[in-house]
């Protein structure tokens, strides 16, 4: 019964290549985020849908795009992967948009090769 | 741009001792909320103070939102090993739908 999943868990990929992340929550949430934490552990929000809209858009390279076919799933697409995209990927859900309590997945590990 | 700088960075403390973790900026935020987070895990919500100089405990916890709003304080009594983890800041601000995480402050509590 895991309120908030990420698969993979770990992702071992080439530089240039092109990968999927998914994300699903089973808390009937509207709100659901991509957070980047780096390897000195900083969490950055990436992008965050509402009801399936975008409603955060932050300062990421295009070749990051967010898709959310429903309010319960959240997907991340990387293109041309690079070096420095190597990071954990947080996927996270909350009741709605206003800053409200988030639950966190357990994150997907990237390592761009 | 809003930072949230996080002190100590490192804290490494015996069983039994007390300790206090400061979430600091030169922004105001209209909430601020301290996540714990694990090994191999995502963060974990401890707590959310809204107004300033708001005070809540949560048994060994205490967490003090300052006056101004500017800053908060994470103080842990008689920290315990489980008590080992990742303490994240975040500062959520009027007007938008985001929280800015603090830098991380890493406690290791030894048996």
């Known amino acids: 019964d895991t309120a908030v999943s990420q698969t993979p868990k770990y992702l071992v990929t080439q530089m240039g290549n092109d990968k999927s992340i998914k994300c699903e929550q089973n808390?009937?949430?509207?709100?659901m985020y991509w957070y980047k934490q780096d390897s000195k552990k900083f969490l950055k929000i990436m992008f965050s849908?509402?009801?399936?809209?975008?409603?955060i858009n932050e300062t990421v390279p295009n070749r990051f795009s967010p898709k959310s076919p429903d309010k319960a799933h959240l997907n991340l697409h990387i293109n041309s992967l690079e070096l420095g995209d190597s990071a954990v990927y947080f996927c996270a859900s909350s009741q709605g948009p206003l800053r409200e309590t988030q639950y966190f997945g357990p994150g997907t590990r990237l390592l761009v090769l | 741009t809003q930072l949230l700088e996080q002190s100590p960075q490192f804290l490494s403390i015996q069983e039994g001792e007390n300790l206090t973790v400061y979430c600091n900026s030169s922004?105001?935020?209209?909430?601020l909320q301290w996540y714990r987070q694990e090994p191999g895990e995502g963060p974990v919500l401890l707590v959310t103070?809204?107004?300033?100089?708001e005070v809540k405990k949560l048994k060994r916890l205490t967490f003090q939102f300052g006056d101004a709003r500017k800053d908060s304080s994470l103080h842990i009594t008689a920290a315990q090993p489980g008590d080992t983890g990742l303490y994240l800041c975040?500062?959520?601000?009027?007007?938008?739908?985001?929280?800015?995480f603090g830098t991380g402050t890493r406690l290791k509590v030894l048996a």
């Open positions: 975040a500062g959520g601000g009027a007007g938008t739908y985001k929280y800015i």
């Open positions: 922004s105001v935020f209209s909430s």
């Open positions: 849908y509402n009801n399936k809209e975008l409603i």
């Open positions: 103070v809204v107004t300033g100089g």
């Open positions: 808390l009937g949430h509207d709100t």
